[in-house]
């Protein structure tokens, strides 16, 4: 039997119906201001060969540009992977001696690239009550943002004995979803979607292993850069390779 028609599409994740279920479908794009993931039609990509698109529709300038007609002028959210020269690139003393808040156990994790895609780096630290118990970082020449977060997920769970009970932190969505919405669904498809190639696919086949091998160590989102202490000192991690100091 053939595969269904796509539902309507919303501004994040498409739905499949198979059956009396509804198959997720992981989105082509992440949005660079808000970070959440999105498709679009194929026919409007091919309408502009070469483009990727960057935003949502929520956070698209278009859309910004109408809103600002009308009401006063507001500084739009900046995405956390797009750094200017004026933002935060803390080593690891000034993240400790800055930041206080946030939750005090678990495994956390971030990566990047810059530009994206672009040379990257991945950054992990295991805490417990507020005490480092690992931190491990690394960097690649030519990669992207999600790769980047794939990977520091894999080094956080490689990290952590079968046993372990801390949850793994992350600030990507769209790496929580894959794994614990999606992936699954993928595989029991014989790792295919409707829509196209899932990308990064040998990092979420490894990670989605991990995971499951990992019961009492929960994937769950937190914040970025609002002033978690170990987030912050995860980014700090993963962006080592630009400053040559951790």
């Known amino acids: 039997m053939d595969d269904p028609e796509p539902l309507v599409e919303t501004e994040s994740i498409s739905n499949f119906r198979l059956g009396s279920r509804y198959v997720l479908a992981m989105p082509d794009f992440e949005c660079q201001t808000c970070g959440v993931g999105f498709e679009l ?5 091919d309408r502009f060969p070469g483009w990727t698109p960057r935003y949502c529709r929520e956070h698209s300038p278009k859309k910004s540009a109408k809103s600002t007609a009308r009401k006063p002028a507001k500084a739009a959210p900046r995405s956390r992977k797009t750094r200017s020269s004026g933002e935060e690139n803390l ?18 994790t971030d990566g990047s690239s810059i530009p994206n895609p672009g040379p990257g780096g991945w950054g992990v630290v295991w805490v417990d ?6 931190e491990l970082h690394g960097k690649e020449a030519n990669t992207t943002n999600n790769r980047m977060e794939l990977t520091a997920l894999i080094e956080a769970y490689r990290q ?12 990507s969505r769209l790496c929580v979803d894959t794994i614990t919405k999606w992936a699954p669904g993928w595989e029991r498809k014989g790792w295919k979607k409707k829509s196209g190639p899932i990308k990064n696919l040998e990092l ?3 990670l989605l292993v991990l995971y499951r091998a990992h019961p009492r160590c929960p994937l769950e989102w937190i914040a970025a850069h609002s002033g978690n202490r170990w987030n912050e000192y995860a980014d700090c991690l993963s962006t080592a390779w630009m400053r040559g100091v951790v």
């Not at 400790?96 to 005090?104: A, F």
């Not at 009550?129 to 690992?134: H, M, N, T």
């Not at 952590?160 to 600030?171: I, N």
């Open 41 to 45: 039609p194929q026919s409007v990509l």
């Open 91 to 108: 080593t690891r003393a000034e993240v400790l001696e800055k930041y206080t808040d946030g939750p005090q156990s678990g495994v956390f």
């Open 129 to 134: 009550d507020g005490e480092i118990l690992a």
């Open 160 to 171: 952590l004995p079968e046993d372990a009970e801390f949850p793994v932190y992350t600030d």
């Open 204 to 206: 979420v086949q490894e």
